[in-house]
């Protein structure tokens, strides 16, 4: 009635009813997931509050951000707007917006039609190394922050105070 069925997760050959039953189990509660996700319990560490901040306050969008770290990962690299709008599936126009937003706040510089990774700060740069290290192990999580709302209400709060010239 059942027949010999090999379990992978101790390596032997199992026959009988009993066992049948056991993985059945095993196979709808855990998904065929495999064993070392069922050991391995992982905390998730969240973002800090200084770094959700800086999300909400200076990082407008995902492509925005992506476009910061193409250039965070060879600062000494000038790169050419066609290039990250490549690397990043995008059009040259959106990327040229992107990087003169880059510039504009102080992430980029902008030499003879290339751009080159370039924080005005030591603070902020540690800032950004910490965005990054946050972004490749919590992607969700970043990517929830820069889209959620409360960021886009602080944004335009912190933009009332901002002088303007009158038109």
């Not at 010999?4 to 065929?32: L, M, N, Q, T």
């Not at 990250?84 to 992430?107: D, F, M, N, P």
């Amino acid at each position: 009635m059942y027949s010999a069925w090999y379990c992978g997760i101790e390596g032997r050959k199992y026959c009988g009813r009993r066992f049948f039953e056991i993985a059945a189990v095993y196979r709808i509660r855990y998904r065929f997931r495999s064993p070392l996700s069922l050991t391995i319990k992982t905390r998730k560490m969240p973002i800090d509050e200084d770094l959700v901040r800086f999300i909400h306050t200076s990082i407008p969008s995902v492509p925005y951000l992506e476009a910061l770290l193409l250039l965070r990962s060879e600062p000494a690299n000038p790169w050419k707007a066609e290039l990250i709008a490549h690397r990043l599936y995008t059009s040259v126009t959106g990327v040229k917006e992107l990087l003169a937003e880059l510039c504009a706040a102080g992430l980029a510089i902008n030499i003879d039609g290339t751009y080159r990774y370039n924080p005005q700060s030591a603070e902020l740069q540690q800032l950004i190394d910490r965005l990054a290290q946050s972004y490749s192990s919590h992607l969700l999580e970043v990517t929830r922050i820069i889209h959620s709302g409360t960021g886009k209400k602080a944004q335009i709060f912190a933009d009332a105070f901002k002088w303007r010239k009158e038109p």
